[in-house]
């Protein structure tokens, strides 16, 4: 009797198991993020992600030919086990070994947001590749020409059959098989996310750090995203000839000097810090914020305080007490989600 009990149970919880299995493969190709994530902002019903879709985008994604010269894909400034920051330079090299301007954000979490790069230049997902793959310092191609380039290949060919039904693809179907591997880059599950969900303790020295940041970084490095997408100026300089930042978007002069706000998760994979990749380390970071933050025309007023000093004060305790808290917000499972490495 007990017996059959016993197997009778064993046999429903494999049934349930497998029904639970069945439920993850059908969401795998779903962005599926904690509910204290901010709501999505990519229009995903327009460009509903399918696993060959996603394979399509990553293709592309670390595909050579996309650049003039056939040496330069989004991976050589943007690896996987970096978070997709970029491995080695403070300011990018694209075709020709040409430096570019600007140090190499990671990339997760893009559904999630409306405004891309330093200075925004980008506010639609599907547009992103357009930038990169056109800028003369970085891949110095056109749209038309890639596509027409991929549309030649065989490999390619087979895959645009899987996903949109004919052997070739016109630009707006190539941005979406781009976007469709861009938006699964999801990036939710650093000891901070476990914590969140009860699955994980933090210890003193980190919730310590948590309560700092709360009351110090929060307004500007806020949500989920450890991002509030706006544009500040954080006073690295006193005078901005040489990166005007959004105002080279706008064309307007208050928002000189200003920079989106940069996510604080996974920095312990993508130093050097800042637009302008000048600071190596955290501790150098929260130095800048404690005693060298600069006045300017633009400065945030956040970081003048009732005195009228600037910058945010911290003790040598509380700086690594943030530190740690910081540490909490790396994500391994991210940097080792096979399904974003090199197919090749
Ligand atoms: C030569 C190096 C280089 C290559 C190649 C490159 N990028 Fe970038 N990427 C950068 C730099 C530098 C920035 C920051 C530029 C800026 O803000 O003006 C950037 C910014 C971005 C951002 C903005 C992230 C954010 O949070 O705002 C995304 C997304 C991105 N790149 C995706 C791509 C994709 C997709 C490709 C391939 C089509 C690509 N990049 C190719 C260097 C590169
Ligand atoms: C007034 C808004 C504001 C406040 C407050 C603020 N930050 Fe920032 N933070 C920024 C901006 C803007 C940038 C990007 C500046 C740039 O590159 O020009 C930035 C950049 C950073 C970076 C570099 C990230 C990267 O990927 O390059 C780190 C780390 C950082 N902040 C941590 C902190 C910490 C820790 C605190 C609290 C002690 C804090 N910030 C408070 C606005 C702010």
Redesign the pocket.
């Known amino acids: 009797m007990n017996r059959v009990f016993i197997l009778l149970t064993i046999s429903i919880l494999f049934i349930v198991a497998c029904g639970n299995d069945d439920d993850q493969s059908t969401n795998y190709w779903q962005v599926d993020v904690p509910e204290y994530f901010p709501e999505m902002v990519y229009t995903i019903e327009n460009n509903p992600v399918t696993k060959e879709g996603f394979e399509l985008g990553r293709m592309l994604?670390y595909e050579t030919r996309?650049s003039s010269d056939n040496t330069?894909?989004?991976a050589?400034?943007?690896q996987p086990y970096l978070a997709f920051a970029?491995p080695v330079h403070v300011f990018?090299?694209?075709v020709n070994n040409q430096k570019?301007t600007?140090?190499?954000?990671p990339?997760f979490n893009?559904a999630f947001q409306s405004h891309?790069?330093?200075?925004g230049?980008v506010n639609h997902v599907d547009f992103?590749?357009i930038n990169?793959?056109m800028n003369k310092l970085?891949?110095n191609e056109s749209i038309s020409n890639v596509v027409k380039k991929v549309n030649e290949l065989p490999e390619y060919q087979d895959k645009f059959k899987q996903v949109f039904g004919k052997d070739s693809v016109n630009g707006e179907e190539f941005l979406h098989a781009?976007s469709q591997f861009?938006v699964m880059l999801v990036s939710d599950n650093a000891y901070y996310d476990q914590w969140m969900q009860g699955k994980y303790e933090l210890n003193e020295a980190e919730l310590r750090g948590m309560k700092l940041y709360e009351s110090k970084c929060a307004d500007c490095h806020g949500t989920a995203l450890f991002t509030d997408g706006s544009f500040r100026n954080n006073g690295l300089d006193a005078e901005f000839s040489k990166d005007l930042g959004r105002a080279i978007i706008t064309e307007y002069a208050g928002d000189e000097g200003k920079f989106?706000v940069p996510t604080l998760r996974n920095l312990a994979y993508t130093a050097p810090y800042m637009h302008d990749g000048r600071f190596e380390t955290l501790e150098e970071v929260l130095d800048h914020y404690d005693h060298r933050v600069v006045q300017s025309a633009t400065l945030d007023p956040l970081l003048v305080q009732a005195n009228g000093e600037l910058g945010i004060p911290m003790t040598d305790q509380e700086k690594s007490d943030i530190i740690a808290f910081l540490h909490t917000l790396t994500d391994r499972d991210f940097v080792s989600d096979s399904r974003f490495f090199d197919p090749n």
Do not use: Q, T, Y
Not at 102 to 105: M, T, V
């Open positions: 994604f996309l330069v894909s989004c050589n400034c943007h970029d990018s090299v694209g570019g600007r140090n190499a954000p990339i893009l891309f790069f330093w200075d230049g992103i590749p990169p793959i970085e891949m781009f861009l989106k």
